[in-house]
């Protein structure tokens, strides 16, 4: 398999150089390529395309806002990365939607390959490179119409509370993604990683929110037609379900409370793969639906023999551009197969798992034995709680 390529664009010399000397030693891993300003980076780009663009922001003539722009026009299967000094407002508002992830200077070497690192395995996963530039392309997940409208309502309301936008941002999984990909993101400087949309909403604060929705338009309303039965109303349904199960399960099982909060965010999130496949892969999703339906397969099992790949892999490939945590990463990827994990640990994997299984037998009257691993559930001592497990899922 041929190496990555990563382009390092930036204006000053003296830090390209320093960047050429911080990544050195991983020079056997990458092909390493460095642009001095961005109309540079672009001819670079149409000799030959880089796999990951990392960019610095403020810079005389093309700022790295308008670079990843015109990446993500021209390149849409390239990463886009900012790396900078600058915690301009203005300009990171402009980025939002063109820069998969944003990171800080001084950024240590460990951190850049790690985050280099984690957006290639899933590409790697995928194996399609058109799966991948569809992946990479979306900004933003549609939100329904009635909840875009109760959340510009509430923005333009005198009496407009952080609790209030937080809440309504919380019941859409698209929206509640973005704006965590958003605040744990390097430019704000937070000392703990964020998996709460309240919190995200307190820490951004109203104007900023504020203008995302209504300047920026990062969240957009949409109409996406259902397809045999499969609509954005029943992939939010479920998802938000599973989410809150997934969060009563996890103390159940004596998980402590940010792995309580994970379980929350990753079940809700866990089908964003689904709702990826709803809007960009219709062709496909209908083949999927159609084949589960007459071979009596799991939509999980007919993905992989239509598409080559499950929505789990696809959700957590986006989530894994965004920059998410990786435990919610993982959770996603994982909640079909969670036997694959390295350390087959009770986590907020296992509560996602679980309340997977359950809320398909609770809400679809299916057969439990379709969604859970017993073999991974016995190993973590839980087979035999199953009952009252299941009863946490309908009950507080």
């Known amino acids: 398999m041929p190496k990555a390529s990563i382009l390092f664009v930036d204006d000053d010399p003296s830090i390209l150089s320093g960047l050429r000397r911080m990544m050195h030693p991983f020079r056997d891993e990458y092909e390493l390529l460095f642009a001095n300003g961005g109309q540079e980076a672009l001819d670079m780009m149409g000799q030959k395309p880089s796999d990951i663009v990392i960019s610095d922001m403020r810079m005389p003539g093309m700022t790295g806002a308008e670079l990843l722009h015109k990446i993500y026009d021209d390149y849409p299967g390239t990463i886009r990365f900012i790396l900078s000094g600058h915690s301009d407002r203005a300009l990171i508002m402009q980025s939002v939607g063109f820069a998969h992830q944003y990171l800080a200077k001084p950024c240590d070497p460990e951190t850049l390959r790690n985050s280099i690192n984690r957006s290639l395995a899933l590409q790697n996963l995928l194996g399609n490179p058109y799966l991948h530039k569809c992946i990479a392309n979306i900004k933003s997940l549609p939100t329904p119409p009635l909840l875009y409208k109760a959340l510009v309502l509430e923005l333009q309301s005198e009496e407009v509370s952080v609790k209030s936008i937080g809440e309504i941002i919380s019941r859409d999984i698209g929206m509640t993604a973005k704006l965590l990909q958003i605040v744990n993101s390097a430019f704000f400087g937070l000392p703990t990683r964020v998996d709460d949309a309240v919190r995200a909403v307190n820490l951004l604060g109203l104007d900023t929110v504020r203008a995302l929705v209504l300047a920026v338009g990062i969240f957009e309303q949409s109409q996406v ?38 379980a929350l965010m990753a079940g809700m999130m866990h089908d964003i793969g689904q709702l990826v496949c709803l809007i960009h892969l219709r062709e496909e999703l209908q083949e999927v639906l159609e084949v589960s339906r007459q071979k009596r397969l799991s939509l999980y099992r007919a993905e992989i023999e239509i598409i080559g790949v499950s929505h789990a892999d696809i959700g957590a490939h986006l989530l894994s551009l965004w920059g998410l945590p990786t435990a919610i990463v993982e959770a996603v990827a994982l909640h079909h197969k969670p036997a694959d994990h390295v350390y087959p640990n009770p986590s907020a994997l296992t509560a996602v798992h679980l309340a997977n299984a359950f809320m398909h037998q609770i809400a679809d009257n299916d057969d439990i034995n379709r969604h859970l691993d017993m073999d991974y559930i016995s190993k973590l001592g839980l087979a035999d709680r199953l009952p009252e497990l299941r009863d946490k899922c309908v009950t507080e």
Request: glycine share 8%; proline share 5%; no cysteine.
């Open 225 to 262: 037609p259902p397809l045999l039965g499969m609509s954005v109303d029943s992939i939010y349904l479920h998802s938000l379900s599973v989410g809150t199960a997934a969060k009563r399960l996890a103390k159940a099982i004596g998980l402590d409370q940010r792995q309580a909060d994970e």
